[in-house]
């Protein structure tokens, strides 16, 4: 019973078996390769317009030379204050900026709140160069806590970021579990709503190391070359990522794992409504469930051989919880198992 | 007939086979899963002491996390003149170090030559604080360019390091095909010699995507948690590295496939020994093998499916090549088939 | 009636004649001369113990080689959440230490309140990479706000940080102004109570640029004189600032400057107190006033010539002013004559 | 007699006394100021065109900040192998562009000779993204070893820049000492050769502190107000600044100055000229005169209260000297007297 991540999970078979398919033979290193070729191509068909797109080994890569691509001298991005980018790269975003900073912005359910935005933003006025200068907003997509932007709220932040000159960074992270559990397509969750750069996340949605830095305006991305090998990124036998998208994004396979992964997240959620051991703590829309139990039972719980995190309650929800509680939360992935989560329903009683 | 590069290969099928192995399933993420600790143990019995290793995803990032982890306010690196951090890493090493400099050392041979190497530090007197200061010393085993430093060559590195107080580096980006060469162990052509960091390169000699950061006193390497995290370079499924490790190190894959490879360059050396239309560039010990011929004859080869590169002659080599000739730099691997060697030869008449 | 910033006031005669007096000759470039020497040792009496003291030229590169000097991969600062150093100097602090973060705490009367630092602090679980690491604490005296931390207050946090490992910064880009207030020595205020590293602040005080980065540890300081060389701050005549520091420290001038400006602060709070128009946002102790006047008034004000700054009321306090009001912001200085104070008590009514 | 840098030397009392009035009253602080103004102002008419200029404190940082705003990822520039950026800054320009790279270039008589400039260029072709991407040409006007670029050999070194879209960059820490040789106007030896920016170094040639980076096109340095003050480079007493360089450039000061620094050169080169026991290592033009003497001659001169540095000679020039010979550097300045050189002159024999 592994809720702890959704990077517990190794890699689907599919993906494996593309994977050992190239094993053999020679083919140019670099990004040189036919099935590097066939690959971008694929990412143009996705988001129906021709995009610049860049594979990178990790998320905290993909994030963080976005982030560099739009670099500013005492440049200051903004993102919610829960953002993965803040609370768990280790300053990865400041260090490939050499020094950027990251301004946090509260808002409800993991999103930006626009009004909150404004009002930071309203923090560095034009030309009062000592407090530095915006220089992008990025919002994850899925929120770390699980939740997702609607499209009109995605337009209304593009809109605020357009009106200030800056570019829209999409973490899409778990981009498969919010696109499904919206109903939308690759384009209209990001360009058509304003988005400008996305971190496309395939990793935690059943590849071994599958990351890409997706750009709408190939010319935003003109240093991007020099940018990823100088980073250490520009890896020399790419085929290794590119086949793991091939297979992944073949016959929306990555959609059927996402919506499996969100549908076990459901699973819980009714079996958690139904527990008078546990609530919770707010909704579930993707592939997390965050649920609050007491103490000893989640001792019980791990000992009986569920593995999941404690979380730190939103610095919005201070009263979440009660003293002798705590929150946790459960991630389920393409590879959870219905019979696993039944069995972790009953062991919560 | 693909002598391009040793990184155009694919994957040696026992390291895919492990690899798919390992797909199922749900393990700790971030370098906690049995495997990774079973791998671990595997480089202390290697390097016949403890040490400490760290998975990455490129020998650039092995690179320059190992000058990161010595890094000096104005430091420099002495290295030789050709190495690969100067010639081909777009500033990586530089940018992870914050600005720390390459000094190049003149030598034949691609191998820094102790006496320059002593010349070019003494141009940075103790608190003479305007010129920056040392702070480490790299060496690439096999060289850039197919050699190898003896073993008392690197001692006697290793002897003006420890004089100077500096940590003494080994890109070992073809670690392998070096070892076999000089048939020594590990030990002997690391810690023993005087080495205390490695760049232990795996992806050249039949893996996907696998290089390990190593340190011989596990002490100097207190930081690298947060400075491999910090650059974007800690996997989350880190098991797919350490899978193709596991492989590659078992019942020693990895020499046997660093054996076939030079051994395919053998044969690439006395064809072209045999020749009248080629001549070595020099002497061939490791997996790569230069020499000159005509610029017609390029042509000719690369129209019937030859893929090589052409090669700047070293620096300390001015008049290697006549007018109408150019130097090219053939690469075998652990996929090179004789045949290829054979065909190649006959085309070269 | 200039009340926009103490460093909009000259340098103090004694100090102007000091530097007229050293212009003539030659002497050693880049700290070495005779009276480089004899401000070090002024130093060393000042604050009664042998330190490490720096010359720089602005109280930005004061803050941000303090931090450099201390800087760790993902490191993070503690500062509070109205410092300088996170709203005025344009992410200098996290640019000279390649990306290290500054976390702000809260806390009332702009210090840090120790319960909230430990809560910050216990954000960063040792050995949880993900987050970084803490690497300073840093307290500014006077604050930004100008009110100062009292010896205990300045224990309590030193406990903290001793308790953690980290060092504790003071920037004391007002470092006299709390001094005379507090009426402490300069050990007492420092290294008595706890405190490892000071950015020694003359500027705002009667000099034309003159700021010493102070370690109470010298051995905490041996890459400073590379950190500062590299950051452009090694001045070739340091002469200039080591003259500014021989007059500014000399029979007590510094002092006298400082009480000064606090007692023209008191003169102006009195009035204050006494006006019907404004009232003061919180309490008087350095040379900073803050009060709260109608929008229509600040208007009048500058139309008549006063020139202050508009401030952000600190966000502990959001409901401090009301519709029509507006917070200002009036600083005094070793310049500060009465008779502008009274002018602008006339003004206000 | 004081031959060791002009950097020994102090201030010129116009310049001193110039700061002395200034020491008064209130002025707007971060470059707002009257005279800040007005010496933005003179700029502009010493070159005869509208530019952008910059105070910074240090010619470490007019250089690194220069590079810095025309900074790009994998970066590198062009300079002479024996240029101060290289040699003496520490690592200053490649911390502040984040480890952009500085190639040497070698040539004569400490210039870049246009042939070896671009053979170094040719080995970045365009799309070569393991190399890296050049980014700026930068040449030293006067050289570190006191020789002059000929406006016609500027203009071949700016034709290869412009040709390679690259922008040119002059360091003139000594520019005045260069354009009094020249007999030149600072426009021919500036932007009309094809330079777009220079460090514009006025505190060797009589001031405190006072260096300005100016361009001439402002839209190229559209960042340069946040690069600088991110830099610690933006001081907030200004005028102090200002107030030199209102001195320095009034009625040709500084080209009084300049011409005096070269004719005591020229005294000391009349006098080695006669002397029997010392030749001079190449031609001198500006101040600084080098000349070979025998080591114990040096001792002699040393003990007698002369100082000088000894000079590493020219990688170009390995024959300069002889085995029981000394390569010494002789720097005049304004301050440098007749009597001072006669008496030298007289010491040599």
Chains 1, 2, 3, 4 share one sequence.
Not at 212 to 223: G, I, N, S, T, Y
Not at 285 to 311: D, Y
Request: aromatic content about 10%; glycine content about 8%.
């Amino acid at each position: 019973m592994i809720f702890a991540s959704d990077n517990w999970s190794g890699v689907h078979p599919a993906i494996s078996s593309r994977l050992s398919e190239q094993a053999g033979g020679f083919a140019p290193a670099y990004g040189s390769s036919e099935i590097d070729k066939k690959v971008e191509n694929t990412f143009n068909q996705l988001f129906e317009r021709e995009v610049a797109v860049f594979f990178v080994g990790t998320g905290t890569a993909a994030n963080s030379l976005a982030l560099a691509s739009v670099n500013r001298p005492g440049g200051v991005t903004f993102c919610q204050r829960e953002a993965h980018m803040i609370e768990d790269e280790c300053g990865a975003p400041e260090f490939f900026t050499h020094g950027a900073r990251l301004v946090p912005v509260d808002g409800d359910d993991g999103k930006i709140h626009p009004q909150n935005l404004q009002s930071e933003i309203a923090r560095f006025p034009p030309d009062f160069i000592h407090a530095g200068q915006p220089m992008a907003i990025s919002i994850t997509q899925a929120t770390e806590i699980g939740t997702v932007y609607l499209v009109d709220e995605i337009e209304e932040i593009a809109a605020i970021a357009k009106d200030q000159g800056l570019p829209l960074h999409m973490d899409g992270a778990r981009f498969a579990n919010a696109l499904v559990a919206l109903n939308l397509s690759p384009a209209e969750m990001t360009w058509k709503a304003g988005v400008d750069i996305i971190s496309f996340g395939a990793t935690k949605n059943g590849c071994w190391c599958a990351e890409a830095l997706v750009f709408f305006d190939p010319q935003m991305a003109r240093d991007l070359p020099y940018i990823r090998k100088r980073a250490a990124q520009l890896f020399s036998k790419t085929r290794f990522i590119a086949s793991q998208f091939d297979a992944y994004l073949n016959e929306n396979l990555w959609l059927d794992l996402a919506r499996h992964a969100n549908a076990m997240a459901q699973r819980l959620r009714q079996g958690i409504t139904r527990s008078k051991n546990a609530r919770l703590g707010w909704q579930t829309i993707t592939n997390e469930v965050f649920c609050i139990i007491s103490r000893p039972l989640a001792c019980q719980l791990q000992q009986k051989g569920v593995i999941f995190h404690e979380w730190n309650p939103p610095r919005s929800k201070p009263d979440l919880i009660g003293d002798a509680e705590i929150l946790i939360r459960l991630v389920t992935s393409f590879s959870t198992q219905p019979g696993h989560v039944d069995q972790f329903i009953e062991l919560l009683g």
